[in-house]
């Protein structure tokens, strides 16, 4: 539903400037999280990943403008030329991401997904996947983190009996706001658990749910469910 919202702002914009696209050129674009790569969206559907480009060395770095192109045959050619290094710039950053995490060859043994905000709490390494409420397509994360409980679970790393979905929001004063982060807590734990049920099924039998709100000024977390 985010990524046909965001389609549809994207025809508001041409509507009002124009889908000849003279003055203004809207490009819908999202981010992979795990190397922060830029990923396109075509006017043909099609999806250019600079991870993928990236993982082709100088060839496909070469043969980025060629690709921009085909995705984007209506672009103006001062708006290429004004992308490229954008997307120049993303290959750099992923390259310095994936030499960054070579040494570190941490070995997962999360047991635990947190949706949302107020985990600043969390501060043992691979105890928990942590998703905020940031992404476009939240679905995606989360199917992601449930892949890597999974397979923690197959590979032994953690016992195979159960593992914890925990869903927070934060709250400043005690009234409106504090119901307001109720309602979102339990919207993104319920949205979690049902991508959870269908994505991976057998795992989602092992699901133990809580959902709480952090009360920012104690640090306390306040479970309701």
Known sequence: MRRAHTFEIKAQVESLFGDAHGTVYPLVCGFETDEDAIILHGVTGELLNMSDVSAQGAAGREGLPAQVLRLFP???????????????????????????????????????????????????PNLALIIGPYSPDLADPIRKAAGIIEANMQAGRIPDDG??????????????????????????????????QASHPAVAAKMTRKTGVLNWGTRSLEVFR
């Open 74 to 124: 209506d672009m103006p050619t001062q708006v290429r030329v004004d992308l490229l290094p954008l997307l120049l710039g993303n290959l750099d950053h992923i390259a310095e991401v994936r030499q960054a995490a070579r040494p570190l060859a941490v070995e997962h043994r999360e047991w635990m997904i947190c949706v949302g905000r107020g985990f600043d709490w969390l501060h043992m």
């Open 163 to 196: 593992f914890l979905l925990l869903a927070s929001a934060p709250y400043d004063e005690v009234g409106v706001d504090r119901a307001r982060a109720v309602l979102k807590a339990r919207f993104m734990g319920e949205f979690a658990a049902e991508v959870i």
